[in-house]
C-alpha cells in the first residue's frame, strides 16, 4: 500500500508570494492533518480535514488555509509568504474518522525555504 | 490542554547499550499514547502506540515502551542500541475522550537520539 505522498518536496520562494503544498493520504484514508516543523517551535498543528470539513484548526493566521477534496487528497495554500513561514510541512493521514486511538501516518514533507 | 514533555534534548548512547528515551505526558481521562521517530529529511514514522491493557508495549525495530499511570510517563527503550537507531525521536498524545482542539496529537518537542560505534 503506497504511503502518504506529499508534493513538491522542495520549494523556494520569495516572500510576498504564495505558494500551495498537495497531499494524498494512503488509500481508504480519510482523515488528513497538516503539520509545519521548524528548529525553533518542533511540530506545531496547522489543520484537520475529514470528508472534506476542516475538524480541528490549529493557531495559525489566515494566511494559511487548507481544503479537502472528495477523494480524501488534501491542498494547504500559504498566502503573501513571510521569511518565518520557511519550514518543512508535513502531512499525515488516518483511518476512521481521525482522533482516537488511530495512529497518524506521515509523509517526508515539503521543504519550504523563502527568499 | 493535554501536553507531552521530553526532557532530554540529546540523548547520547553506546552502541549494543540499552537506551532510554523519556516521556511524560499530561492528559484528561485516559491517554493514548505514541512514539515516532524522524530520520534526516523524511517524515515521521510510527513506531508504536499505548491505547490500554498491558503496561509494556512492543514496536518496530525492536523497540518498546513502558507506560506507567501514576508517573504519567511513557519512556520508549531498547535492549541494545544500533547506530542506525540514531534519529530524532517524538512522543505523542491525545485523549480518550477528546473533541474540539483535544482531537488533534499533540506532540513533545523531540530528542535526538545518538549511538556510538
Known amino acids: 500500500k503506497a504511503g502518504v505522498t506529499q508534493t513538491p518536496r522542495y520549494l523556494i520562494k520569495t516572500r510576498g508570494q504564495q505558494v500551495t503544498l498537495s497531499c494524498s493520504p494512503i488509500?481508504?484514508?480519510?482523515?488528513v492533518s497538516w503539520y509545519q516543523q521548524t528548529p525553533g517551535q518542533g511540530l506545531q498543528f496547522l489543520f484537520e480535514y475529514f470528508s472534506e470539513t476542516q475538524r480541528n484548526k490549529g493557531n495559525f493566521p489566515g494566511r494559511f488555509s487548507g481544503r479537502q477534496f472528495s477523494n480524501s487528497r488534501s491542498e494547504m495554500n500559504v498566502s503573501t509568504l513571510e521569511l518565518g513561514d520557511s519550514a518543512l510541512y508535513l502531512c499525515a493521514s488516518s483511518q476512521g474518522t481521525g482522533g482516537g486511538n488511530q495512529p497518524q501516518h506521515f509523509g517526508d514533507g515539503t521543504r519550504l525555504s523563502i527568499l | 490542554a493535554q501536553s507531552v514533555a521530553q526532557p532530554e534534548d540529546q540523548v547520547n548512547v553506546a552502541e549494543g547499550n540499552p537506551l532510554t528515551v523519556k516521556c511524560t505526558y499530561s492528559v484528561s481521562g485516559n491517554p493514548y499514547l505514541f512514539w515516532y521517530v524522524q530520520y534526516p529529511n523524511r517524515g515521521l514514522q510510527f513506531l508504536l502506540k499505548?491505547?490500554?491493557?498491558?503496561?509494556l508495549v512492543k514496536g518496530s525495530y525492536g523497540f518498546e515502551a513502558e507506560f506507567n499511570k501514576s508517573q504519567t510517563s511513557f519512556h520508549l527503550k531498547k535492549p541494545s542500541a544500533l547506530v542506525s537507531d540514531s534519529a530524532l525521536y517524538f512522543c505523542a498524545v491525545r485523549g480518550e475522550i477528546s473533541s474540539g482542539s483535544a482531537r488533534q496529537l499533540t506532540f513533545g518537542s523531540g530528542t535526538q537520539l545518538t549511538v556510538l560505534p
Open positions: 488509500s481508504g484514508h480519510r482523515s
Open positions: 499505548y491505547i490500554t491493557g498491558d503496561n
